[in-house]
């Protein structure tokens, strides 16, 4: 069964400062890979997608996030922080099933703080 | 630009009412999906459906049910609201086969008191 891991429950960090939140993944395929982001009260907002092709893949708010097959991790950075990026981010996995869509697995989330 | 719709941010209902909640989508997608959120557990599948009238078992289907009979629109239905459902439900919508980007809905929040 796909499976999603995100260690880190709260990530506090100071304005300016830079950013990189874990994500660990299981999945049987080629994955499909994802960060939302949802601000409090919101829906979720697609940062970045891997499918295939460059590891690095680059997202909107400056984002960026690297595949690494070997330690089945797409970790989420950014080099500087801003104070609007306080919010929950969400890793998710999915892929190309046998016809039709059973859903994206997503992690339990990280809490980003930031501080002034 | 994407738009899927839920019909309510905020509902609070009565423990043993029927509840509703409803999302449309505007992107002629294929797949919809009904999510639960709750703190620390993040989000949870209840049900999904990848075309008119299917409608799948997620992981947590007990007490929920679902309806869609127009592509556009699938309901989410809890047929005797509990107290443990009170949560954010999220519904999401994605195209065509496999697992690919999903694009969700502003949430509703219900509180079933």
């Known amino acids: 069964a796909q499976s999603v891991t995100q260690p880190d429950i709260h990530i506090t960090v100071s304005e300016g400062a830079s950013l990189e939140l874990r994500c660990n993944y299981s999945?049987?395929?080629?994955?499909?890979l994802f960060w939302y982001v949802q601000s409090p009260g919101q829906g979720l907002q697609l940062l970045l997608k891997?499918?295939?092709?460059?590891?690095l893949v680059q997202g909107i708010k400056g984002f960026e996030a690297e595949f690494k097959r070997s330690q089945s991790s797409f970790n989420l950075r950014k080099p500087s922080v801003h104070w609007s990026d306080a919010a929950e981010y969400f890793c998710?996995?999915?892929?190309?099933?046998?016809?039709?869509?059973?859903?994206?697995?997503f992690g339990k989330g990280t809490h980003l703080i930031i501080q002034p | 630009d994407v738009k899927v719709t839920q019909s309510s941010r905020y509902l609070v209902k009565r423990t043993g009412e029927k509840v509703f909640l409803e999302c449309v989508q505007d992107?002629?997608?294929?797949?919809m999906f009904w999510y639960r959120q709750d703190p620390g557990l993040g989000l949870r599948l209840i049900y999904f459906?990848?075309?008119?009238?299917?409608?799948e078992k997620g992981d947590i289907p007990e007490g929920y049910s679902v309806s869609r009979e127009k592509k556009e629109r699938f309901s989410l239905i809890l047929e005797s609201a509990s107290t443990n459902q009170t949560s954010m439900y999220l519904c999401?919508?994605?195209?065509?086969?496999?697992?690919?980007?999903?694009?969700f809905g502003q949430g509703t929040r219900l509180t079933v008191v």
């Open positions: 999401a919508s994605s195209h065509g086969q496999g697992n690919t980007e999903a694009f």
């Open positions: 999945y049987g395929a080629t994955p499909y």
């Open positions: 891997y499918f295939s092709g460059d590891t």
């Open positions: 998710a996995v999915g892929g190309l099933g046998g016809g039709g869509a059973d859903g994206l697995t």
């Open positions: 992107m002629d997608h294929e797949n």
């Open positions: 459906s990848y075309d008119v009238k299917m409608k």
